[in-house]
């Protein structure tokens, strides 16, 4: 699923690729289902980048996330697969994914991935 999902990313032409600058997107309305129990998984991603030739284009980016609504995963294999997928598209300097699910069960969990590891 996860190539084939790849190719709802869109990129469009980084003008000042010279220069590094961070982006920081914040999507709060994150949505996935536990894999063991079925119910829904809320969380906010926040991703920071330094973009090299490319920059992600949003709308697709929330198309694409819209995608994982109806999967259940567990949160460290979703952060792990959203910031691949990322790097793969948009071939950032640098890029981190901070997955923070909200509690469920007195429990909050929060996943850090980073490109380059």
């Known amino acids: 699923m996860a190539h084939t999902l790849r190719a709802t990313l869109e990129t469009f032409e980084n003008t ?10 914040v999507c709060p ?3 996935s289902l536990c894999p063991k129990t079925g119910q829904p998984d809320f969380g906010t991603l926040t991703f920071t980048y ?3 030739r490319l920059c992600v284009e949003l709308k697709s980016l929330k198309l694409y996330l819209q995608h994982y609504r109806n999967e259940g995963i567990f949160y460290e294999n979703i952060t792990n697969r959203i910031l691949d997928d990322l790097v793969s598209v948009v071939q950032p300097r ?9 509690a469920r069960g007195g429990i909050t969990t929060t ?3 980073v490109y380059p590891a």
């Open 16 to 25: 000042y690729p010279e220069r590094d600058y961070q982006i920081e997107i």
């Open 29 to 31: 309305e994150f949505t």
């Open 50 to 52: 330094t973009p090299d």
């Open 94 to 102: 640098r890029m981190k994914l901070v997955a923070a699910f909200s």
């Open 111 to 113: 996943v850090t991935a």
